[in-house]
C-alpha cells in the first residue's frame, strides 16, 4: 500500500520464468499487484498501459535488453527500477544506473533482500516535502540545491538518480565524516542487514563518474566521506 492506502503495482520483467514466479510470489505475498512480462519489448508495452509504481528488470533479455528497456520506459515518466542481473560486472551495472535504475540485485538473491529492496525503491519515490528555507550545499566546485534536487559542477547541471542524489546529499551534510556503509544503507536507502554493501559502492563509483573522483574519498575498511575530518 501507498501513503494513500492504495495497492502498489508492480511490472516484473523476466524471461526465466522460475525466478518470474518466484519474485511475483513473493511480491503478491507482501500486498502488491504484480504484472509479468517475459521479454523487452512486451515489457515495454506493459510498462506503458499499466503505469506501474516500480519495475523489477532483468539485464539479459530477449528482444531488448534491460538497458533499453530502461531507456524506454523511463522516456515518458520517471519509473522507479530495480535491476536484477546474473552478470557481477560493473561497467553494467554503471551503465544500469546511469540509464535510470534505482537500485540493483545481482543473482541469486533471497526474497527478504529482494522485498527489502522493492520497499527501499518505492520509499525514495515518495515525494519528500522540498527544504526551501535551506541553502544550496556546496562542497568544492559543486552546488547541490535540495529544494529542487539538481545539481552543478562548475555552474553545468550534472543529472544524479534519485538515491544518488539523497547519497551526495547524506555525505556532504556531514562532510569531513566517515561513513560506513552500513549507516549509508540505512539512511539513504532505508533498511539495513547483512547485505547491500556492493550497491553503496557501485552508487559511489556512478556518483564518482559524473562529478569527479575527488569530490568522496574511500576510508580503506571504514566507509566514506566528502572532504577531510
Known amino acids: 500500500m501507498d501513503q494513500h492506502g492504495a495497492q502498489q503495482r508492480i511490472v516484473v520483467i523476466e524471461d526465466e ?11 503478491r505475498g507482501e500486498g502488491f499487484d504484480v504484472e509479468w512480462a517475459a521479454d523487452g519489448i512486451v515489457g515495454v508495452e506493459l510498462c506503458e498501459r499499466v503505469r506501474p509504481d516500480l519495475v523489477v528488470l532483468d539485464l539479459m533479455l530477449p528482444g531488448l535488453d534491460g538497458l533499453e528497456v530502461c531507456r524506454r520506459i523511463q522516456a515518458e515518466r520517471r519509473t522507479p527500477v ?31 533482500e529482494l522485498v527489502a529492496r522493492v520497499r527501499a525503491v518505492l520509499r525514495r519515490a515518495e515525494p519528500q516535502p522540498a527544504p526551501a528555507d535551506e541553502a544550496p550545499l556546496v562542497v568544492l ?29 547524506c555525505l556532504a551534510l556531514r562532510r569531513g565524516a566517515v561513513l ?5 544503507l540505512a539512511e539513504v536507502w532505508g533498511y ?12 559511489v563509483r556512478s556518483v564518482r563518474r559524473k562529478l569527479g573522483d575527488e569530490v568522496i574519498r574511500t576510508v580503506h575498511a571504514v566507509g566514506y566521506a566528502i572532504g577531510s575530518a
Not at 559543486?142 to 538515491?163: G, K, Y
Not at 560506513?180 to 549509508?184: A, C, G, K, P, Q
Not at 547491500?196 to 559502492?201: P, Q
Open 192 to 203: 539495513d542487514g547483512d547485505y547491500g554493501a556492493r550497491t553503496v559502492d557501485s552508487h
Open 17 to 27: 520464468e522460475a525466478i518470474a514466479d518466484a519474485v511475483m510470489q513473493r511480491l
Open 141 to 169: 566546485d559543486i552546488e547541490i540545491d535540495r529544494a529542487t534536487r539538481r545539481v552543478a559542477r562548475s555552474s553545468e547541471p550534472v543529472h544524479l538518480t534519485p538515491i544518488e542524489f539523497d547519497l551526495l546529499v
Open 180 to 184: 560506513s556503509r552500513d549507516v549509508l
Open 82 to 112: 530495480l535491476m536484477l542481473t546474473a552478470r557481477d560486472d560493473e561497467s553494467d551495472l554503471l551503465v544500469g544506473l546511469a540509464v535510470g535504475a534505482d537500485d540493483y540485485l545481482t543473482k541469486p538473491f533471497s526474497p527478504r
